[in-house]
T-cell receptor, first 110, second 115 residues
Framework: GENVEQHPSTLSVQEGDSAVIKCTYS??????FPWYKQELGKRPQLIID?????GEKKDQRIAVTLNKTAKHFSLHITETQPEDSAVYFC?????????FGTGTRLQVFP | GAGVSQTPSNKVTEKGKYVELRCDPI?????LYWYRQSLGQGPEFLIY????????DSGLPNDRFFAVRPEGSVSTLKIQRTERGDSAVYLC?????????????FGPGTRLTVT
């Protein structure tokens, strides 16, 4: 079955710097790769997603890249703000479910 | 419009008891998913419904866990003979249609504590 690895587990950056989180997946049948942000005690919220027919997608300060050959995808957050502090999860979707990574706790210091 | 709702928000039960957790998906969403999230971990897939039928229950940990969705809307996750290791947040998610995989909208979760 699908296995998703996510790194780093924690990431601390200064406000205004960039943050990069990386994930790898194992199942070549996976074709959808969402990123979720989860604040403490809250539900996961989708922030950006990418499908396997696209290599890169950007939405304001957030971008995701996908390398199908290497089976890895990354989240890039530019100009980080304190409100970006949260746990971020990547996921890969073989048909009919999401397999999540173990999460990255991002702390943005003012 | 209304998002995914789950009841109860918190459930404390004694080891060995039976519990039911309810999920109300977004109206019109045919796909419904249950996940379990332990502290410090990502959500772990349990079961997926397309309409009334369980299309994939490969994530259910053992036969103490069962889920139903009799009318293709509300779903109930049932756990028999609860164990302390079942303590976690149980998340429900729905999506419009799984023919083309798309965004899953999560509910707030039910925090289950087995004492």
């Amino acid at each position: 079955g699908e296995n998703v690895e996510q790194h780093p587990s924690t990431l601390s950056v200064q406000e205004g710097d960039s943050a990069v989180i990386k994930c790898t997946y194992s199942d070549s049948a996976s074709n959808y790769f969402p990123w979720y942000k989860q604040e403490l005690g809250k539900r996961p919220q989708l922030i950006i997603d990418i499908r396997s027919n696209v290599g890169e997608k950007k939405d304001q300060r957030i971008a995701v890249t996908l390398n199908k050959t290497a089976k890895h995808f990354s989240l890039h957050i530019t100009e980080t703000q304190p409100e970006d502090s949260a746990v971020y999860f990547c996921a890969a979707s073989p048909p009919d479910k999401l397999i999540f990574g173990t999460g990255t706790r991002l702390q943005v210091f003012p | 419009g209304a998002g995914v709702s789950q009841t109860p928000s918190n459930k404390v039960t004694e080891k060995g008891k039976y519990v039911e957790l309810r999920c109300d998906p977004i109206s019109g969403h045919t796909a419904l998913y249950w996940y379990r999230q332990s502290l410090g971990q990502g959500p772990e897939f349990l079961i997926y419904f397309q309409g009334t039928g369980a299309a994939d229950d490969s994530g259910l940990p053992n036969d103490r866990f069962f889920a139903v969705r009799p009318e293709g809307s509300v779903s109930t996750l049932k756990i028999q003979r609860t164990e302390r290791g079942d303590s976690a947040v149980y998340l429900c998610a729905s999506s419009l249609n799984n023919a083309v995989i798309g965004e899953q909208y999560f509910g707030p979760g039910t925090r289950l504590t087995v004492t």
